[in-house]
């Protein structure tokens, strides 16, 4: 048998153990070698009824009679199933010589079997006499002989009695034994986990991805499960340190860095991420992929200065390099995405920007091959530079390609409806819209037009016929649309009046739609207007980040902070507070250039909202502004 199939079974073996009475009720279904096997209506039925009896009692821990049965199983049928329950009801039952003479028996009929010595010991130890229990394991443990499977026979014999100490030392010998042929090292990371060594644990793996680096997928994957029930970040924090100085300590062995990539990933640490996949892409010469990989994942999760790094690298690299081209359009989207996540960009970097989009599409000519960029671009125009008449003859032109697929002919028609939307040509927006649906019902381009839809009837106040189709899309199959339309949903259901009172919906819509198309004072003032209708309103969440959200927009932080805080203040159990806190933490770390609140708002986040989707954000940049290294 191979090593890898020998490490397979015993991995097996070893996850049953916590739940070793079951293991060895099917371990005691073994028969002699030689034997025929027993078909079902072979079975004694008198054997049978008295293996439920026995386990009957067993668990309801009425051992003077389990053992009884039990005693008359193993005469009959000395399997390990029988032996081992019968041991332990007499052990139960502090019958400690029929125990000792039990284990003398069973040995005789296997002389090389060690676990029988560490079930004396394991008696002795229960008799009270610790020095003859010690003296037996000792025993066990220097006779052990050099052989794998004798090695996890005496190792599992110790951890069924947890003395985990002793399956400890029991691996470490067989490590030394068998001259490190097999490690060992999957089975006592195991024990070291079960033991909180978290420390040993890892020492473990990293013995293991020493002498054979292909398990790095199976480390990870065991590693992910540990750190994901990591309540208090405590063995997170650990694993960073440690990884980080092995990876800087011993930078030529690359699993080291390949998993710290993944790490970093998994925290979406991408600065540190991108460190490690530029490092590896140069020493085992990827020729990009990783980082192209990297770069999409950055800009998905809204890194793009990380995603800008990223594709800078591949473009540097060369023409005669698979990403170079692909590299100079990605990095034009991101530069694109990055300016119009900003609250306020300034005017000169869009019309750089501008300029940039026009040499790239000239660069690559009047096709479909540049049409993602154009779309850009006239979003760019529409929605920053006051040309939305340029951007809409652009788009018009765009749509009517002859050579333009059927899919980004439709996602250039969105972009067209939102640009119409933008200067308020309602009709001809809904209609692409409901165009773009109709053509891709089962898609998700199609879902995306039906929730544009739904949010425009939301926007001038047809808001029954927008909750319908909404309600549909919250089982789209995009899990984004799926939440915004859920998100929009529960607005309009929670401010909705029972005597179909629309007046603060009405207002709050309407300030969504001037929001949009970017007249924020108008917006501003409109919000006020649900304050000078009513006292309260269920809306008055809603409202408060929305105002802090246009005082973002219009560089008022102090303002939007002030917001915010009302926000966390008066509503701390709403569905908004969570992120109403991060934002403020955000405000403060990179506008307000207050890292004392910053900090402090991160820790409330993770101390009252340990539940949040913003946790893991909030634990990154609280550990950077704490100072911690590398990550």
């Known amino acids: 048998m191979s090593n890898t199939n020998k490490y397979r079974k015993q991995i097996i073996i070893l996850l049953l153990l916590p739940f070793f009475f079951s293991f060895f009720s099917v371990v005691g279904q073994d028969r002699p070698s030689g034997n025929p096997p027993v078909l079902p209506f072979q079975i004694n039925a008198n054997d049978n009824t008295d293996d439920q009896l026995a386990n009957q009692f067993f668990q309801t821990k009425e051992f003077t009679k389990a053992a009884e049965i039990y005693e008359r199983l193993y005469e009959k049928k000395p399997t390990t199933n029988n032996y081992f329950y019968y041991f332990f009801c007499l052990i139960e039952i502090k019958e400690f010589g029929k125990a000792e003479k039990l284990i003398k028996s069973a040995r005789k009929a296997d002389q090389d079997a060690l676990k029988y010595v560490v079930d004396l010991g394991y008696l002795y130890f229960r008799e009270g006499d610790q020095e003859k229990s010690k003296k037996h394991y000792e025993e066990a443990l220097k006779k052990l002989p050099a052989n794998q499977q004798q090695v996890f026979d005496l190792a599992n014999a110790f951890i069924i009695r947890n003395e985990n100490d002793y399956a400890i030392r029991t691996y470490l010998k067989g490590r030394q034994l068998l001259n490190n042929s097999y490690t060992f090292s999957f089975e006592l990371a195991a024990i070291y986990e079960r033991m909180g060594d978290f420390t040993g644990m890892l020492g473990e793996y990293f013995i293991l991805l020493e002498s054979n680096k292909t398990y790095l997928q199976t480390v990870e994957d065991r590693l992910q499960n540990t750190l994901a029930n990591d309540v208090d970040g405590s063995r997170n924090e650990m694993f960073r340190k440690y990884l980080l100085e092995k990876a800087q300590k011993e930078p030529d062995k690359s699993w080291y860095s390949e998993m710290l990539w993944w790490y970093s990933v998994q925290e979406k640490d991408f600065g540190m991420a991108l460190i490690q996949a530029k490092s590896l892409d140069r020493r085992l010469k990827e020729d990009g992929n990783r980082v192209s990989q990297l770069a999409q994942l950055c800009t998905s999760n809204q890194d793009y200065a990380s995603a800008i790094e990223a594709y800078k690298y591949l473009i540097a690299k060369g023409k005669d390099f698979p990403f170079y081209y692909n590299s100079r359009s990605e990095l034009l989207k991101t530069l694109f995405l990055q300016a ?56 018009t032109r765009l749509c009517e390609m002859n050579n333009l697929d059927a899919k980004t002919q439709a996602e250039c028609k969105l972009e067209l409806a939102d640009i119409l939307l933008f200067t308020n040509d309602v009709w001809e927006a809904t209609l692409l819209y409901q165009q773009v649906y109709k053509d891709f019902k089962n898609d998700a381009i199609g879902e995306l037009a039906k929730f544009k839809n739904a949010k425009l009837s939301y926007y001038i106040g047809e808001f029954k016929w927008a909750q319908t189709q909404l309600d549909i899309l919250k089982a789209a199959t995009s899990r984004l649309i799926a939440n915004d339309a859920m998100a929009l949903s529960l607005v309009i259901s929670e401010n909705f009046d029972t005597d179909s009172n629309t007046v603060a919906l009405g207002f709050y819509s309407r300030a969504d739609l001037l929001e949009y198309r970017n007249e924020d004072e108008l917006a501003f003032k409109t919000l006020d207007s649900i304050s000078s209708f ?19 927009k219009q560089g008022r932080y102090s303002d939007a902070d002030t917001l915010l805080g009302e926000l966390v203040t008066k509503y701390p159990e709403d569905v908004l507070a969570d992120l109403a806190l991060i934002t403020r933490a955000r405000l403060n770390e990179t506008s307000l250039k207050n890292t004392t609140a910053a900090m402090a708002f991160y820790e409330e986040l993770l101390t009252k909202y340990p539940g949040s989707i913003y946790t893991i954000e909030a634990r990154k940049r609280f550990r950077s502004l704490r100072g911690d290294k590398g990550f």
Do not use: C, W
């Open 534 to 552: 009513f006292n309260y309103h269920t809306i008055f969440d809603e409202m408060l980040l929305m105002k802090a959200n246009i005082r973002i």
């Open 340 to 395: 119009v996540s900003q609250h306020d960009p300034a005017r000169k970097d869009l019309i750089e920007l501008e300029k940039e989009f026009e040499m790239e599409i000239n660069a690559i000519g009047e096709n479909a091959n540049s049409a993602s960029l154009k779309k850009n671009l006239a979003h760019l125009d529409a929605f920053y530079l006051g040309k939305s008449e340029q951007a809409i003859s652009l788009l």
